[in-house]
């Protein structure tokens, strides 16, 4: 049996390739070059030395992205806040702080970095412009009436 030295690259039994990092009674700690987890074993485990020569598998520098490098896990595009805020507008009954706050709810990863009170008035401006009525009642509650 060879020498097992710390750092160095090994195949497992089943071809996995691995980098010993420790050796610590009796057991021996490897990282997997594949996934990049730690798994300790027994020091009996049998071990193949590999050269950098033998290509066992393609690495990647992280194993969540592609090969082409974009995002494994897939990042849809951020959802739109015109439909939301419209909604909220013609169920009515919100002030506009209430409507602020729900809107932060419904679509937060959407209003990030923006003016959300900006869009509410911006949609009242639109909705007045196709021929909604836009009105307030006593206690400040939006509603919208009339289809635009």
């Known amino acids: 049996m060879h ?3 710390i ?5 497992t039994v089943t ?12 057991f021996l700690m490897l990282q997997s070059l ?9 020091g009996a485990y049998p071990l193949q030395p590999i050269s950098d020569d033998e290509k066992l598998f393609e690495t990647r520098s992280s194993p969540y992205y592609g090969r082409s490098g974009r995002d494994l896990a897939g990042s849809r595009p951020p959802k739109q806040l015109a439909p939301v805020i419209d909604a ?3 169920k009515g009954g919100l002030t506009m702080k209430g409507l602020v706050r729900e809107l932060k709810r419904r679509a937060s990863s959407a209003c990030g970095g923006k003016n959300v009170p900006a869009n ?8 007045r412009r196709r021929g909604c009525q836009v009105c307030l009642d006593d206690s400040g509650r939006v ?4 289809i635009g």
């Not at 750092?7 to 195949?11: C, D, S």
């Not at 071809?15 to 009674?25: C, D, I, T």
């Not at 509603?143 to 009339?146: A, D, I, S, Y």
Request: aromatic share 6%; hydrophobic share 50%; net charge positive.
């Open 3 to 5: 020498k097992l030295k």
């Open 7 to 11: 750092g160095e690259r090994y195949a």
């Open 15 to 26: 071809g996995l390739p691995v980098l010993l990092v420790g050796m610590e009674s009796g």
């Open 34 to 42: 594949v996934t990049d987890n730690q798994v300790a074993v027994p």
């Open 88 to 90: 909220l507008l013609m």
């Open 120 to 127: 509410i008035r911006a949609r009242l401006y639109w909705m």
């Open 143 to 146: 509603h919208v009436t009339g």
